[in-house]
């Protein structure tokens, strides 16, 4: 090589040299980060978790083995519980090859889906808001994926053989998949070839929730807010997915299928007593009130609707003021409410509850912060609107501004640590040996707590407008058309 160009090379390499350093520096640190993030969460997991020994998961490999030999699926009890096959017949089908595998490898296998599950719907829920401010996206996601392992919804499911997070991401695909399609009908076409534009176009979005309410009933409630809120396509897309393959395990498992929709859905007792603590639902908060194995029915029906109505109502709202995410959020939490049995596994949705309100908070204090720099320049005697986007007029925030965003965050830290601490658990009682009341008002306060925290979630929970749109209005829409007449005359010139 010659001389010339080696001091050129060394000219080009030096500099960058120090900043290559600097973020392998940072990255080592952020690993340190992550690392000490997951020790954390795993002696949280030990301190306010349960024994585990994947119960459930014992249950489904003994079913679809059962099943296997030749038996009817919903004719299998477990050997030591007597528990059987509650799911519908298409998630049999799914579940069907852990039957060639032992039940151990299998619950291992549930795990690591599981956790990935998580982390991709956390790499698709803190994408923009890792944007938003600046954040490394994966150092953001790392740390929500260890902060979510030490919540309750999700180290029951991990221990329980659960599978709460892969139905968790089939949803959440519909809600990438909406705003994909906001974005291609607002003009911003995707590129690639003709799979990668069908998958980035968004067309596809309702087969999640399709293929979710497929396998557990309770996702089907995100069909009546695509109603509600007239998102047809995606609507009639779910509609089409849960009855397309409804049909198809019918032509493969038509007795069970039958039995199934005939007799067993009916069979509430297969579930368990409303009134066991984990059950965080409004019937199993209003059967140990009553002290009682179930709930009142007209006292829970009537409430029931009550909660759906105000949740729906909430959704429909969060999704006109563009924030998609809140509005699934409010329908994943209104499932738990309303649902007569809702394990305490199954709040998976309180996760990204937690990041809207973290965020809200972030959000109140930036719009905070820039009504203060709107203040100083018309003290300055400069005009605010036109240097600041035209935020003008300013006025006084209600809050201090270093206060600003207070409420959402604490808000935010109390139902993490809830949700962590889980104390239902101490004041676990089961009738008829132990009253409800066993421990006082304090402890029924304790054992209906997540349940109480998710009904406030859903008559509080706030949505931040124009965060996550699963549309654009027409001034923010691209004319097509127009740009292809332009190029057109610029090719003919």
């Known amino acids: 090589m010659p001389a010339t160009v080696g001091r050129r090379m060394d000219r080009l390499v030096q500099p960058s040299s120090p900043v290559r350093g600097g973020i392998f520096s940072r990255n080592v640190v952020r690993l340190g980060i992550l690392a000490g993030a997951f020790v954390t969460a795993w002696y949280a997991i030990g301190a306010f978790g349960r024994p585990y020994n994947f119960f459930d998961m014992k249950i489904y490999h003994g079913a679809v083995v059962w ?59 803190m994408g923009p808001i890792a944007r938003r401010y600046g954040w490394s996206r994966w150092f953001a996601v790392g740390l929500t994926v260890a902060a979510a392992a030490a919540t309750e ?13 892969l139905l968790f991401l089939l949803i959440m695909a519909d809600l990438v998949a909406l705003r994909w399609r906001a974005r291609t009908s607002a003009g911003f076409l995707p ?22 309410a497929s396998i557990k009933l309770t996702p089907a409630l995100f069909v009546v807010y695509l109603i509600v809120t007239k998102q047809w396509r995606a609507a009639f897309t779910a509609m089409a997915t849960a009855v397309g393959v409804s ?43 009553y002290d009682t194995t179930e709930a009142p029915t007209l006292l829970w029906m009537s409430f029931a609707l009550l909660v759906f109505a105000l949740g729906l ?79 003008a007029p300013l006025r006084t925030p209600i809050w201090f501004p270093a206060l600003t965003g207070l409420r959402h965050a604490s808000a935010a830290v109390a139902v993490y640590l809830l949700f962590v601490i889980s104390p239902i658990w101490p004041y676990e009682h089961q009738l008829p040996e132990f009253s409800h009341y066993e421990d006082g008002l304090w402890g029924a306060l304790m054992e209906n707590s997540l349940a109480l925290a998710l009904i406030i979630l859903v008559a509080t929970l706030p949505w931040r407008p124009g965060a996550e749109p699963a549309f654009y209005p027409e001034r923010f829409r691209i004319d097509r058309r127009a740009i292809r007449q332009q190029q057109q005359q610029i090719h003919q010139r």
């Open 247 to 289: 049909a198809a395990t019918f032509m493969v498992a038509g007795k069970d299928s039958a039995a199934y929709f005939l007799r067993v859905i009916w069979e509430t007792e297969r579930v368990g007593a409303a009134d066991m603590t984990p059950n965080q639902s409004l019937a199993g908060v209003l059967a140990r009130l």
């Open 67 to 125: 099943w296997a030999s030749g038996h009817d699926l919903y004719a299998y009890s477990a050997p030591d519980t007597g528990l059987g096959f509650t799911y519908p017949p298409f998630a049999g089908v799914l579940m069907l090859p852990m039957s060639k595998v032992p039940f151990g490898g299998a619950a291992w296998i549930n795990v690591v889906a599981s956790l990935i599950a998580l982390a991709v719907v956390m790499w698709a829920l």
């Open 313 to 391: 109502s909430r959704a429909a709202r969060a999704h006109a003021d563009g924030d998609e995410l809140t509005a699934f959020v409010l329908v994943g939490l209104t499932a738990n409410v309303i649902s007569p049995i809702s394990w305490s596994h199954h709040l998976v949705f309180v996760i990204p509850a937690i990041l809207v309100l973290a965020d809200a908070a972030m959000r109140r204090r930036d719009a905070s912060r820039g009504l203060e720099s709107g203040r100083r320049l018309t003290r300055r005697g400069l005009t605010p609107s036109a240097g600041m986007g035209g935020l």
């Open 191 to 212: 590129t690639g070839g003709s799979l990668v534009r069908f998958i980035r176009g968004g067309s596809w979005a309702g087969v999640g929730i399709g293929l979710a």
């Open 153 to 165: 919804p999700v180290r029951e499911t991990l221990g329980y053989g659960q599978i709460n997070l």
